[in-house]
């Protein structure tokens, strides 16, 4: 016998394994626009997968492809909610959220991938605050220890000071059990996204 280790991916390793499978199927592509396709789709290795699959079914004869043929394929609907709900993550911007939150649910996305994108920026923001705790001051250093692009970086620092450490890990711990009751109990899975997201404005415990 023996025992294999199926961890999930860490969220910076994501833009680098799309990169890898947009390399087996012979396309280049940036860092950059890996991680942009992360970001819409959320850290799902199969839905990451399927839509890399989609982008080399329409574009595999360019050789290279870009942020044009990401949105084209993931669709810009997404693209824009996405984030206009990653602009307005800020412990003191409630309304603003849920505003944004409902707009993308509307349109018909999935609780569930939302979950997952907002669970990829409570990480990356909580990643961020330790390295800060760790002595790190420029923008610079923070980027390249927290491996988030220099383009995504300013506004999740500003987004990083409107929350504590406490607060993230509160986001993280109820966003971790919405997913888990999504996907086995019996509730309407948008109903079970909103109350976690408002017990975290609330700062309260989803249990």
């Known amino acids: 016998a023996c025992i294999v280790d199926v961890d999930a991916l860490p969220d910076r390793a994501l833009p680098g394994w799309v990169r890898e499978r947009f390399r087996e199927r012979g396309l280049q592509?940036?860092?950059?626009?890996?991680?942009?396709?992360?970001?819409?789709?959320?850290?799902?290795?199969?839905?990451?997968?399927?839509?890399?699959?989609?982008?080399?079914?329409?574009?595999?004869?360019?050789?290279?492809?870009?942020?044009?043929?990401?949105?084209?394929t993931v669709g810009s609907y997404r693209q824009e909610e996405i984030w206009a709900i990653s602009r307005a993550f800020r412990q003191d911007n409630m309304a603003g959220f849920l505003a944004a939150l409902s707009r993308i649910l509307d349109v018909d996305d999935e609780p569930i991938?939302?979950?997952?994108?907002?669970?990829?920026?409570?990480?990356?923001?909580?990643?961020?605050?330790?390295?800060?705790?760790?002595?790190?001051?420029?923008?610079?250093?923070?980027?390249?220890?927290?491996?988030?692009?220099?383009?995504?970086?300013?506004?999740?620092?500003?987004?990083?000071?409107?929350?504590?450490?406490?607060?993230?890990?509160?986001?993280?711990?109820?966003?971790?059990?919405?997913?888990?009751?999504?996907k086995s109990v019996r509730l309407p899975q948008r109903y079970v996204l909103e109350r976690a997201l408002v017990n975290s404005f609330l700062e309260q415990e989803m249990m």
């Open 29 to 72: 592509t940036s860092e950059a626009t890996c991680a942009q396709l992360v970001q819409l789709v959320g850290s799902g290795l199969l839905d990451l997968r399927n839509e890399v699959d989609k982008v080399v079914a329409r574009f595999g004869d360019q050789k290279k492809v870009g942020a044009d043929e990401i949105v084209d």
């Open 113 to 182: 991938r939302v979950a997952a994108v907002l669970a990829n920026r409570v990480n990356s923001l909580l990643r961020i605050k330790l390295i800060q705790a760790q002595g790190a001051r420029s923008a610079q250093e923070v980027s390249r220890r927290a491996k988030i692009p220099p383009f995504l970086l300013e506004e999740q620092l500003n987004q990083a000071r409107t929350f504590s450490s406490r607060q993230l890990g509160l986001w993280l711990r109820n966003l971790q059990c919405a997913d888990v009751q999504m």
